[in-house]
Every structure is written in C-alpha cells, then in structure tokens.
C-alpha cells in the first residue's frame, strides 16, 4: 500500500508539473523562415558574380552598398550575413542600406545592389550599374534585372539579359549557367 | 559568428551541409554565407529536423518486435564454457558452478505504443508489451538432462510523457519521464527438476514477465540535426520503486547513449548508436527459488547477487521512410552487439539484439 500512496503523489505532482510546463509561452520561432534566410544568403552571394569596375566605388576602399526597400523582410539576418565579410582583392566590405521614402531615382544613387521585396509596390528604377533584384516579378515585364523565384521546395532565380546589358551589367558566366535566362 | 572559426573545417561542415538529401534544415546565418550558389538552391525550405517529427502530427501509432538471444555464459568480464558452471556429481560444488544451466535463452516483446500530442511540448504516450521467453536447459538432474521452460504474457504497461524545447531550430532537449505498472506477471511458473518431474516451481527473476514494481522510466536528451544528419545524446534511467509482492526488486539501470543518422534523399537512413549501461544488483530475493542446504540456488540466474554489471552495446539503425513526407509512415530496424560485458557474477552472455517497429503519425 506504501508503494501506491508513493506513486499516486509521484503521479500528480509528474501530471501536475507537465501541466504547468505545457502552459508556459512559447518559444519565439526563429524570426526569419527558411525562404527568406535562403533568399538573404544568395542575394549576398549575387554581388559576388557581378563584375563591378573601378568607377562604380569612391575608392578602393569603399563598401559595396546593398540597398533593402522597406518593408525589408531580412531583418538582422542578412546583416549578421555580410558582417566581418568583405570582397575581392581591395577587400571592400559590405553596407546595407534600407530605404524608407523614396524621392526620385537620385535615392538609389549610393547602391550598387537594390532588392525591392514583393512586398513593396514601387516601380522597378533602371540605372546604369545598378543591380534590381526582385522576387515574384517576373523579370519579362518589369525592369529588373534578377528575380527570386521560389516553388514548392527551392529558392531558384531568372535573369533579364536585355536589362542587364541596358544598364551595363555584367555578370559570371558561371551564375547565368544557374539561372533561368530570359531576354524580351 | 558561426562556432567553426577554422576555415577548413567551414568547408567541410558546408560539405556536409550541402544536402544531397532534400530534407536539410538551415543553420546560422554565416552557415548560409559559406554555401555555394548551386548548394542554396539545392536547400529545401520546407524541411523541419527529422529527429522531432513525433512532435508534428496529433497522434502516432507503433508496433514494434524486439528479440533478445542469449547463449552461453560469462563470470565477470571473461566467457566461460557451459561444463566449467555445470555441477556434475563427483565434482566439487561452489558458489560458482550449478546443477542446472539455461544454456540458451530467447526473449521477443511485441510493443504497441499510442502516442498523443497534447501541445507543441508536450506529448503522451501508452506502450503494452506482450513478453514471451523461452529458454533451453541442460542439468545434472536424471531426467532433465535438457528440458525447455516457456512464459508468454502481457508485460508492465507504461504511461510516459515527453517533453520537447527547441533550443533553436536544429537542435533541442527533449525529456521523457512516466510510470510503468506491475502489469506483468511475476509468478510464472514452470517445470523445473527443483521438486521432480510434473510439478511447476517458481522461474527466476528474469524468466518473469513483468518486474512486479512500480517503475520509473526516465530519459533526458540533447537532439541536434545538422544537414542530412541527426544527433543525439540520451541519459537514461529505469527506477524500481520499493519491493514486489516476493519481497525483492530488479536492479536499477542507467545508462548513455549517443547515436548518428544519416538522412539521404531516398527511403534508406542508416545509422549507428553507442550506448553504455550499468545495472545494479537485485535486492531482496524470491524465497521460492531458494533450495535448502550449502548452496541455495539451483541456477546461476535464481542468485540475485549474479545480476547487473556494465555493459556496452553498439547498434546499425535503419530507418526505412520517406523524407518527402516527414516520415508519417516508417520502418524502424536495429541490429545490437555487445562490445563490452563487466557483469557481476556467473551470468548469461548476451548474444544479440535486434528489433523492427513499424510506424504511422496521423
């Protein structure tokens, strides 16, 4: 009898205890799903195929300037993506800019990359050496050059070769081997 | 910053991470950074870790089959041949040799395990074994030269109740704890040459079906997936509450594990599992195994001193699924070998294990 009287208060206080754990708060989700860390990792990967020249940096030095259109859907994800990273021979690091108000197309003036989320409902700007990448626009009817295109499983991208070479841009060989390319 | 500061082993951690499979499930941030292009776009952004889907559907659903082989014996850490413990007349009798010897020994335990979520952490499970034992005897004994004794019957049930916390999504702590009941008999009986022939006596400790104690079963857990790979750590402990109605309990046993699975893009996940265990003596005894004079116990395995030690056992896993849709309905094999035995005393050697559980989560 001992032995049920021990285990009926081990029973309630077990049932008791995994009651009040189940009624804790969650735990955050992690802030970013997976499309969106995946579409973060190659749109810094992307800067590394384009063939930047001399002219479009102040100097050696200075970064290359990835510009997010709010609402930006990274958040600190793509920031601690690019941190302590820096490319090529001069070493350049890497700046991101979010862009809030939009006053004319002088605003995109300092980036070199520009993302415009699908959130956004700004029109596509085209400017010499300026790289547009969008996502779920398809690139044959609007002005960018890349677009993130995400099926079931895969983030996968399409290249506008009639827009890049518009606003001479050029890029790896071995990143349009990747792409989906299309020319309208 | 990720915690692989050494470049070559970035490379190699990336490697693995590249995912040939298409159930990979993404790291840190700089992880993702030292990916190629091609790798990114092979990552699958649906995938969640493998290792803790039982926490994805509502309810689940396994039988599984689990046989155990003995054969032949060991004192302590050495094997020894079944005529150095066989007492024949003429010969001295010790503590350590015995008129009657189970020479070779099978259990099979048919498990039916229901499992309910109740929330995202938690989630509760009730497991019904159904324990068979058979086991062929040689003695000294005129007329049992070698005879077999058979017990079948339900087991203890169990009520267990898992508690899961992500530490982050690809890894967590995962606890289990419950109550397992004296569902299973402890009276088995059998013909046994103890009082003659056509008379049943009392089988030992382990030819039982149930341990006659109210137990407790614990697990604690660390469930990392990196890549196509889960990993695991597991502490385990079984608990034997207080004394059964013979007036003894089974020892306790605790135990380490760790494991690995390798998860491909096809049906077939091997795996491999290392698992440490000790178990502490039998305290109390079953006075009806007990024979007058000298020496009381007819069998090694009557003595519950002669129970216990430590063990190492490693394990090849296969889990037979598909990936694709999260596993919902599997096949779980296991083939398990001794690789080290320190037990205590005269005791059965362990020969094999092996088990297959068929699943389904709805």
């Not at chain 1, 827009?163 to 001479?168: A, T, V, Y």
């Not at chain 2, 995962?174 to 056509?198: C, L, M």
């Not at chain 2, 003596?281 to 001193?305: H, R, Y």
Request: glycine share 6%.
């Amino acid at each position: 009898m001992r032995n049920i009287y021990l285990l009926t208060t081990l029973l309630l206080c077990f049932l008791t205890g995994s009651v009040s754990y189940a009624e804790n708060p969650r735990v955050e989700p992690l802030e970013l799903n997976k499309e969106y860390q995946v579409k973060a990792a190659m749109l810094y990967k992307i800067s590394w195929f384009v063939r930047w020249e001399t002219g479009d940096f102040v100097d050696k030095k200075s970064p290359i300037n990835l510009c997010l259109l709010e609402p930006e859907p990274f958040g600190a994800f793509l920031d601690q993506i690019v941190e302590g990273r820096f490319f090529g021979k001069n070493k350049r690091p890497i700046s991101i800019t979010r862009i809030d108000q939009i006053e004319d197309q002088n605003s995109f003036n300092a980036c070199h990359v520009l993302f415009i989320p699908k959130a956004s409902n700004v029109s596509v700007p085209s400017l010499p050496g300026l790289l547009v990448v969008t996502e779920d626009r398809p690139v044959t009817t609007s002005q960018a050059h890349i677009n993130f295109v995400t099926n079931n499983k895969h983030v996968t991208f399409e290249v506008n070769m009639n827009n890049l070479n518009k606003n001479n841009i050029r890029i790896s060989s071995k990143f349009l081997k990747l792409a989906h390319v299309v020319r309208n | 910053m990720s915690c692989w500061g050494n470049n070559k082993y970035k490379k190699l951690i990336a490697s693995l991470y590249l995912s040939i499979s298409t159930c990979s499930v993404l790291a840190t941030p700089s992880d993702l950074a030292d990916l190629s292009m091609q790798d990114l776009m092979r990552l699958n952004i649906n995938d969640k870790p493998l290792s803790y889907d039982g926490f994805r559907e509502r309810w689940s659903v396994e039988y599984s089959y689990r046989q155990l082989r003995l054969d032949g014996y060991q004192m302590d850490d050495n094997s020894v041949g079944l005529m150095d413990i066989l007492f024949t007349p003429g010969e001295v009798r010790t503590d350590r040799n015995f008129p009657v010897v189970p020479n070779k020994s099978t259990q099979e335990v048919h498990s039916f395990d229901l499992g309910y979520r109740v929330n995202d952490k938690l989630k509760l499970s009730l497991v019904v074994p159904f324990v068979r034992q058979d086991t062929d005897h040689i003695s000294s004994v005129m007329g049992f030269y070698d005879f077999n004794v058979a017990s079948s019957g339900i087991g203890d049930i169990s009520v267990l109740s898992t508690w899961y916390t992500p530490i982050n999504d690809h890894s967590a702590w995962q606890i289990t704890g419950g109550i397992s009941f004296p569902t299973g008999s402890i009276d088995e009986k059998g013909d046994t040459p103890r009082n003659g022939a056509g008379t049943l006596e009392q089988l030992p400790f382990t030819k039982q079906l149930g341990t006659g104690t109210w137990d407790i079963p614990l697990s604690f857990s660390y469930l990392r997936h990196y890549g196509s790979w889960d990993f695991g750590t597991q502490l385990t402990a079984r608990i034997h509450l207080g004394k059964n109605d013979r007036d003894y309990h089974l020892g306790n046993r605790y135990g380490i594990n760790i494991w690995a699975q390798y998860f491909t893009s096809s049906y077939f996940h091997p795996g491999v599992r290392l698992a440490w265990q000790h178990i502490d003596p039998i305290d109390g005894t079953d006075v009806d195994l007990l024979m007058t004079g000298q020496f009381p116990f007819s069998n090694a395995i009557s003595n519950p001193a002669f129970f216990g030690g430590d063990n190492m056992n490693l394990s090849l896993l296969l889990k037979v699924c598909n990936a694709e849709t999260n596993c919902k309905k599997y096949a779980d094999l296991e083939f398990t070998k001794p690789v080290y035995r320190n037990m205590t005393g005269v005791q059965p050697k362990e020969d094999y294990q092996f088990s297959i559980s068929f699943g389904l989560k709805f």
